[in-house]
């Protein structure tokens, strides 16, 4: 799709760079698959558009669409928390021909990743004794 509308080709140009960010944010996505997996079990089914919801809070305090160095006041703290926001801007230097390092960016999921797991076994407890979870599914 890039290529044929802007004529950036980025597998052909830098594939190793292209693989390793599909596969960090193929790791976030599947850890933000965690997180609103407890949400649902927390709030059940009636408020799973609260999980989307925060997921895309999540999108965009990653600032997608412009560089965090634009960003005024205590944004650009928040947006080095977000995994996201370093794949964006990734992608940004992948289409001007730049090379990327994603070490922080992997810091910052396997954090992520670590918060997903103990917020899902909380979760599933808390659904347990409540009885939510029978009542979820």
Avoid: C
Avoid at 24 to 49: E, K, N, P, Q, S
Avoid at 113 to 133: D, E, H, M, Q, R
């Amino acid at each position: 799709v890039s290529y044929v509308t802007f004529g950036l080709d980025f597998m052909i140009a830098q594939p190793w760079q292209t693989l390793h960010l599909l596969g960090i944010t193929a790791f976030v996505g599947m850890t933000w698959g965690v997180i609103i997996g407890a949400i649902l079990f927390i709030a059940g089914r009636d408020f799973a558009f609260l999980s989307w919801s925060v997921f895309q809070l999540f999108i965009m305090l990653s600032f997608p669409l412009f560089p965090v160095s634009l960003l005024p006041g205590w944004l650009p703290q928040v947006a080095e928390l977000m995994p996201l926001t370093m794949v964006f801007d990734a992608v940004r230097h992948l289409a001007v021909g730049e090379s990327i390092l994603l070490g922080k960016a992997w810091i910052v999921s396997g954090a992520y990743l670590i918060f997903a797991v103990l917020f899902y076994w909380w979760a599933s407890n808390y659904a347990k004794k409540t009885g939510k979870l029978a009542k979820s599914f």
